[in-house]
């Protein structure tokens, strides 16, 4: 089945926010943000901007009915700032124009006084300063401290990441309008509509029931669309609810660049203990998370980075900590893996880095230690249908691993502008939202007296198909061709107390409510025809729309029972509830059963780095993916290749930069460089492993959002291989991305005599 987008999409008829037809009198809104990253706002001069042809209104935080409050997990962020601004561009004052030029026109006609007040951008100062979001979390297993004693190598070092831009197509906005009795409607480009029911009902000072939110569907969101819809969604409905008017606020680029938060940057340190036989014995690490100036979901990124210490390897000893750091940058979100790339790439740092002091190749590392099945994760999970191993050989034996490694030398040898690097990635994913609670869905199923299906779910449709995947759940379990079957838009009247369209789990969690209701009004509809035909009801079945009696066509059809069971007055909607089974997880003493199943995999990446330029092409990557029993392998394929993309941009070209003032410089794409069709390599070679899926996951499907992002790690470490093949005393600093320049200066400059700690793990330059 081909993606029911994929027409729409092609055409340019796919509706998207900015598609949605704009009543008369509506407003247009555009924002003014802090000029400073941290200060005391000792007042606004709004009267210019007043005056400027078209202005309405212009909202501050004293307009506010309700709470002037939107963070999700700690209540630590305004809607509107009062009294202290927290970074550059957090939003102050709401312009409301008869058309959108003069509301962005207008903005730039007011001004603030604000005293400043110090500024931290670098996550280890905040944390010497006690600037912390929440407590600092610790994962244990076994004991470390002992360990050390047995451990015939250790390594310490330290590794960082930068950020990263979601860069989603569509920007960040919203569409409101008041309602009959008091309420407003909000078309929001939101992966949580219900993130932006709750907070707009609070900022409103109204009941949720007051306020309701539509997605049609996003063009991209990654994570920014998380939490980050909420500020839009909110502002909008506030302008609606004070003026009665509709209000329309699409986020032009350049402020959505500089306004929202991104992927945390992280500065970490590590301690790895060796076995000789190259066990690894040990492991230590501190994480210190750039959270930015409020909570966002920061201490949910930090737990899963902590979930994702250690990989896919086992280790009996590990002592893990993290600290979330606030910062005067935009606060940080969710983006694709959520803190686990960030855990991961530390761990993969630590491995290359005994390798490379042990002159033994990493990938012989990471071989001897994949998990297994009866071991435990640091977090008390125990181990089970692991595929770890299983994804390795395939990879290993498909692709000639050692045959492969022994080209790339004979490469080397034979060559000096260019050198090769390869790199084996192995992943460890586990699925299911690290807050248990989290874990629940409702699907709402009409079956209409025609025999075609409308459905409504929690999901949200952001280009990864969830929409047609829900189709096929329908139509299969109804036993009819997905053409009856229609996925309305997701609505927090039709499905509420929804959780964000996250976490890899939304196929899951709302395919398992879509396939509990139809199973239900299947087998009402088997009752009604084995009494309307007088038949046993266990040998009925539906099949390609016919109903089947002991295998044998009956007496209807799909359209004549719904039509009969109407008739009769069978009832022919259905409503599910699902909650991911056997979850749990006691924060107190940090261990449980937080996830529902894991997801395993196996890249191999080659780089060639020019050694005169500092540029590189990633050349291949191939691997190997627990993807269970794909019943989309199209869209799952392309999960898989727009990850992966994405996680080779991360660790080589998109580099955000901050000044010291909090400002960001890389605040445009002449600045900050995104993977692009020649950035992707020119082999990618995706392979189905063999596996019979998990029972929690849809159809037997494993969830396939998230994890091959992770993927994208190898590159720098296939590019760092290469750097040392041209230069073996090189000892290029973990510190992602490993842009060209960066290359050239390990291939060229001077070579560190230790390796720097630097500051935020974004580059920091000094203010301009
Ligand atoms: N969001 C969230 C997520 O709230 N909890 C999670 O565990 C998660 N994981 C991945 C992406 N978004
Ligand atoms: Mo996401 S990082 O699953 O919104």
């Known amino acids: 089945m081909h993606n029911l987008d994929a027409a729409g999409h092609v055409r340019g008829e796919s509706q998207y926010l900015d598609d949605i037809p704009v009543q008369r009198g509506t407003l247009h809104a555009a924002v003014y943000g802090s000029p400073l990253a941290h200060g005391v706002l000792q007042g606004l001069h709004l009267e210019r901007a007043r005056r400027a042809p078209g202005v309405v209104r212009i909202l501050t935080a004293a307009d506010i009915p309700g709470e002037n409050q939107i963070g999700g997990i700690v209540p630590?962020?305004?809607?509107?700032?009062?009294?202290?601004?927290?970074?550059?561009?957090?939003?102050?004052?709401?312009?409301?124009?008869?058309?959108?030029?003069?509301?962005?026109?207008a903005v730039k006609l007011i001004e603030a006084d604000i005293s400043p007040l110090p500024i931290i951008t670098d996550p280890r100062v905040a944390a010497a300063?006690?600037?912390?979001?929440?407590?600092?979390?610790?994962?244990?297993?076994?004991?470390?401290?002992?360990?050390?004693?047995?451990?015939?190598?250790?390594?310490?070092?330290?590794?960082?990441?930068?950020?990263?831009?979601?860069?989603?197509?569509?920007?960040?906005?919203?569409?409101?309008?008041?309602?009959?009795?008091?309420?407003?409607?909000?078309?929001?480009?939101?992966?949580?509509?219900?993130?932006?029911?709750?907070?707009?009902?609070?900022?409103?000072?109204?009941?949720?029931?007051k306020v309701e939110v539509d997605v049609v569907r996003l063009g991209g969101g990654f994570g920014g669309k998380e939490d980050q819809a909420t500020t839009w969604g909110a502002l909008a409905a506030l302008g609606a609810y004070v003026l009665r008017k509709p209000v329309k606020l699409v986020l032009p680029r350049h402020d959505d660049l500089r306004m929202t938060g991104k992927r945390h940057p992280y500065t970490s340190d590590f301690k790895l203990g060796l076995s000789a036989d190259l066990k690894l014995l040990a492991y230590e690490v501190t994480f210190y998370q750039n959270a930015g100036a409020a909570a966002d979901l920061s201490p949910a990124v930090l737990e899963r980075t902590l979930f994702h210490a250690c990989n896919t390897y086992f280790i009996p000893n590990v002592?893990?900590?993290?600290?979330?750091?606030?910062?005067?940058?935009?606060?940080?979100?969710?983006?694709?893996?959520?803190?686990?790339?960030?855990?991961?790439?530390?761990?993969?740092?630590?491995?290359?880095?005994?390798?490379?002091?042990?002159?033994?190749?990493?990938?012989?590392?990471?071989?001897?230690?994949?998990l297994q099945d009866g071991q435990v994760f640091p977090y008390g999970q125990r181990v089970q249908d692991c595929n770890a191993t299983q994804s390795w050989q395939t990879a290993a034996e498909k692709f000639q691993l050692e045959q492969w490694q022994a080209e790339v030398d004979r490469f080397n040898q034979t060559h000096y502008t260019r050198k090769r690097g390869l790199a084996v990635m192995p992943i460890c994913f586990g699925i299911s939202f690290t807050k248990t609670a989290m874990n629940q869905a409702r699907a709402l199923v009409h079956i209409y007296?025609?025999?075609?299906?409308?459905?409504?779910?929690?999901?949200?449709?952001?280009?990864?198909?969830?929409?047609?995947?829900?189709?096929?759940?329908?139509a299969r379990t109804l036993g009819i061709s997905p053409g009856r079957v229609r996925l309305e838009t997701t609505?927090?009247?039709?499905?509420?107390?929804?959780?964000?369209?996250?976490?890899?789990?939304?196929?899951?969690?709302?395919?398992?409510?879509?396939?509990?209701?139809c199973q239900a009004l299947r087998a009402r509809l088997?009752?009604?025809?084995?009494?309307?035909?007088?038949?046993?009801?266990?040998?009925?079945?539906?099949?390609?729309?016919?109903?089947?009696?002991a295998g044998r066509p009956a007496d209807t059809d799909w359209e004549k029972l719904v039509s009969s069971a109407y008739w009769?007055?069978?009832?022919?909607?259905?409503?599910?509830?699902?909650?991911?089974?056997?979850?749990?997880?006691?924060?107190?003493q940090e261990k449980g059963n937080p996830f529902a199943y894991h997801v395993y995999g196996t890249a191999v990446v080659q780089a060639t780095v020019d050694t005169v330029r500092g540029t590189y092409d990633l050349d291949a990557v191939r691997l190997v993916h627990d993807f269970g029993q794909s019943f989309t392998p199209g869209i799952d394929r392309g999960q898989i290749e727009g990850g992966l993309v994405q996680g080779l941009g991360w660790m080589t070209m998109e580099e955000l930069i901050y000044n010291q003032e909090g400002r960001l410089l890389s605040n445009a794409l002449s600045t900050y460089k995104v993977p692009d069709l020649y950035s992707v390599p020119a082999v990618l070679d995706v392979e189905f492993l063999e596996?019979?899926?998990?029972?929690?996951?849809?159809?037997?499907a494993k969830a396939v959002g998230e994890p091959p992002l992770m993927y994208g790690l190898g590159a720098y470490f296939a590019i760092r291989n290469a750097v040392r093949a041209f230069r073996p005393e090189a000892r290029p600093a973990f510190s992602a991305p490993i842009t060209p320049e960066k290359v050239l200066l390990n291939l060229h400059g001077p070579l560190p005599t230790t390796q720097p700690v630097t500051s935020a793990g974004s580059a920091a330059v000094p203010a301009s």
């Open 76 to 105: 630590d962020e305004p809607l509107l700032a009062e009294g202290h601004v927290h970074f550059q561009g957090q939003p102050v004052a709401l312009v409301l124009a008869e058309t959108e030029p003069q509301a962005r026109a």
């Open 129 to 209: 300063q006690g600037e912390l979001i929440v407590p600092p979390r610790t994962f244990r297993l076994g004991d470390p401290a002992t360990a050390w004693a047995e451990c015939a190598h250790i390594i310490e070092g330290t590794a960082e990441n930068g950020g990263q831009e979601h860069l989603y197509i569509e920007t960040q906005g919203a569409y409101a309008y008041p309602t009959d009795g008091g309420g407003v409607r909000v078309h929001s480009s939101t992966q949580g509509p219900t993130a932006v029911q709750r907070h707009t009902a609070r900022v409103l000072g109204t009941g949720m029931h």
């Open 319 to 370: 002592r893990a900590t993290a600290y979330s750091c606030r910062t005067n940058l935009p606060p940080n979100t969710a983006f694709r893996g959520f803190g686990g790339p960030q855990g991961m790439f530390v761990i993969e740092s630590a491995i290359a880095k005994a390798a490379e002091q042990l002159g033994v190749p990493a990938y012989d590392i990471q071989r001897r230690n994949l």
């Open 449 to 474: 007296t025609d025999g075609t299906v409308g459905v409504s779910t929690g999901a949200v449709e952001m280009g990864q198909g969830v929409n047609t995947k829900m189709v096929q759940v329908a």
């Open 491 to 517: 609505n927090t009247t039709r499905v509420a107390n929804t959780s964000p369209s996250a976490a890899s789990a939304t196929a899951d969690l709302n395919g398992k409510a879509v396939e509990m209701a």
């Open 526 to 549: 088997m009752r009604h025809a084995a009494d309307e035909l007088k038949l046993q009801y266990e040998g009925l079945e539906i099949r390609d729309e016919q109903v089947l009696d």
């Open 568 to 588: 009769k007055r069978v009832s022919l909607t259905e409503n599910a509830h699902y909650a991911t089974p056997d979850l749990w997880f006691d924060q107190t």
């Open 691 to 700: 596996t019979p899926g998990h029972p929690n996951a849809i159809l037997r």
